[in-house]
């Protein structure tokens, strides 16, 4: 089974910078997107960015202007920079790869989650 392993999470004051790595310990076949969720206490898990094949991007409202997403589909790689953190981003963050044919829908790879914590 693939794996994707993340790591560059941590704990980190407000205004400061976190940038967060995931690689897969195996090729994926028919790689169609990478991307981050994240799941604060007593929250749902909801997407902060994800990137194409193609090189498009999306980006939840709440990070637009702070976070960058970027990856390198050749190698089954993701990051994301995040910058000006605020205590709002706490969650555990987690990595994710969505594979397939084009016909059909993607299934999904899952990383184990690396928590980042904003405090003073």
């Known amino acids: 089974q693939v794996q994707l392993v993340e790591s560059g999470g941590g704990l980190v004051q407000p205004g400061g910078s976190l940038r967060l790595s995931c690689a897969a310990s195996?090729?994926?076949?028919?790689?169609?997107?990478l991307g981050w969720y994240r799941q604060a206490p007593g929250k749902q898990r909801e997407l902060v960015a994800a990137?194409?094949?193609?090189?498009?991007?999306n980006y939840a409202d709440f990070v637009m202007g702070r976070f960058t997403i970027s990856g390198d589909f050749a190698k089954n790689t993701v990051f994301l920079q995040m910058n000006s953190l605020n205590p709002e981003d706490t969650a555990v963050y987690y990595c994710?790869?969505?594979?397939?044919?084009?016909?059909?829908?993607?299934?999904?790879?899952w990383g184990q989650g690396t928590q980042v914590t904003v405090s003073s």
């Open positions: 994710n790869a969505k594979f397939g044919r084009w016909y059909r829908t993607p299934s999904d790879y």
């Open positions: 195996r090729n994926i076949g028919s790689l169609n997107a």
């Open positions: 990137i194409t094949s193609g090189g498009s991007t």
